[in-house]
């Protein structure tokens, strides 16, 4: 039987304008704006639907993307199309669990937005960096970089794109090393702190104090973990999980490669971007691939997929 699975994308993938038409049209996303907007004591609206300058800085990204994929996926839901298993990536992953049942969406609005501010104070300015690695395997990069100091891999996209991750210099030398290994390109990324590297630690340690104050509750369906790309289904698993996270590399490829082999063969990326679609494009051509970031791709994908018309 065709299993469907929600994939939401992290921190980049934001836009203004994202999740206006929605806010717009329906009382579920608008609830969610406005409530958010409320806990947050910050103008949600203002943020993801006008063109500003504070959607690129962490600190305000994390919240903005996580309100508008949720509020999406709630209008999406009233429409019959629900998953059989959820998967974030890095900051998409609060919305794959709230999806999931893990936390409420407040819990997870309220939590990426003290995760935003951490992971943006964590490391002093200019002192850490992240470039993406195109056109070479993960084996030979994890082996280029082995014995560089402080550098890591942060993200495992898909065959052909690894983003590494870390100290300034540590990544400077290997992104040398790895043109010299036959990288075909390593491009320097635009980014304020080195995310997903051991120099996040402080920041996954402050996020803890917040999770401990915030209840998980039973999932209702599993979703994928990036930090060991594992199916989880204990809600007693996700804070520990999401305190790793900051600091551990994200495992896309392999979350998804976990997802096709339990099943699903229908993926829909919902939130602003087709990011993730394009790395399933080169992680498996055989599944599915939908997106959802307007009401009209909402309209659209949702009739497909329910065998309805709107």
Not at 4 to 21: E, R
Not at 53 to 81: F, I, N, P, S
Not at 160 to 186: F, N
Request: hydrophobic share 40%; glycine share 10%; aromatic share 6%.
């Amino acid at each position: 039987m065709s299993k469907i699975a929600f994939v939401y994308p992290g921190q980049g993938a934001q836009t203004a304008g994202m999740g206006k038409d929605f806010y717009e049209n329906s009382a579920l996303a608008k609830e969610i704006f406005d409530k958010g907007s409320e806990i947050l004591n910050l103008d949600l609206k203002e943020l993801c639907f006008e063109e500003n300058d504070r959607l690129d800085k962490t600190e305000y990204t994390q919240a903005a993307m996580v309100t508008a994929c949720l509020a999406m996926t709630r209008e999406v839901e009233t429409r019959g199309l629900h998953a059989d298993m959820t998967a974030g990536l890095s900051l998409g992953e609060y919305c794959a669990i709230a999806v999931a049942g893990g936390m409420s969406d407040m819990d997870a609005i309220r939590t990426v937005r003290a995760r935003g501010i951490y992971m943006e104070n964590a490391a002093p300015a200019g002192s850490g960096a992240m470039a993406a690695v195109l056109g070479m395997e993960a084996s030979v990069i994890e082996d280029t970089i082995k014995d560089i100091d402080g550098v890591s891999i942060a993200n495992y996209n898909c065959p052909g794109q690894i983003v590494i991750t870390g100290e300034a210099k540590g990544v400077q030398k290997a992104s040398e090393a790895l043109k010299e290994a036959g990288a075909r390109r390593v491009l320097p990324l635009n980014v304020s702190g080195p995310f997903h590297s051991p120099m996040m630690v402080p920041a996954g340690e402050k996020l803890k104090e917040v999770l401990d104050g915030t209840t998980t509750t039973a999932l209702h369906i599993p979703y994928v973990a990036n930090v060991n790309a594992k199916v989880i289904a204990d809600s007693g698993e996700i804070k520990d999980l999401l305190v790793k996270q900051v600091s551990s590399s994200v495992r896309w490829e392999q979350s998804m490669e976990t997802m096709i082999r339990e099943g699903v063969d229908t993926f829909v990326e919902i939130g602003p971007g087709k990011t993730l679609a394009g790395f399933m494009r080169k992680i498996n051509k055989n599944v599915k691939m939908y997106h959802i970031g307007t009401w009209e791709e909402a309209e659209k994908v949702c009739a497909e997929l329910t065998g309805s018309g709107d």
